[in-house]
């Protein structure tokens, strides 16, 4: 199976953008593999990080 990270690259390109680190990945669901994002918080993240970081991410994905 080709795995082409066409649009993976776009929202990590677009997250360091938005100050946000995140990875692209391929991910195998079944026969299929699918674009895929990852992203590891520090074990203390808050509550208000966690906002931070999904409106970022949110931004991340309406600029790819």
Same mark, same amino acid.
């Given at each position: #199976?080709?795995?082409?990270? +066409? #649009?993976? *690259?776009? +929202?990590?390109?677009?997250?360091? &953008?938005?100050?946000?680190? $995140?990875?692209?990945?391929?991910? *195998? !669901?079944? %026969?299929?593999? %699918?674009?895929? +994002? %990852? %992203?590891?918080?520090?074990?203390? !993240?808050?509550?208000? @990080? !966690? @906002?931070? $970081? #999904?409106?970022? #991410?949110?931004?991340? $994905? &309406?600029?790819?």
């Amino acid at each position: #199976l080709e795995f082409r990270r +066409v #649009l993976s *690259r776009s +929202v990590v390109g677009a997250a360091r &953008d938005q100050r946000l680190m $995140i990875y692209g990945c391929a991910t *195998r !669901v079944g %026969m299929r593999v %699918m674009e895929a +994002v %990852m %992203m590891a918080p520090p074990l203390n !993240v808050t509550e208000a @990080d !966690v @906002d931070l $970081i #999904l409106e970022r #991410l949110e931004g991340a $994905i &309406d600029a790819a």
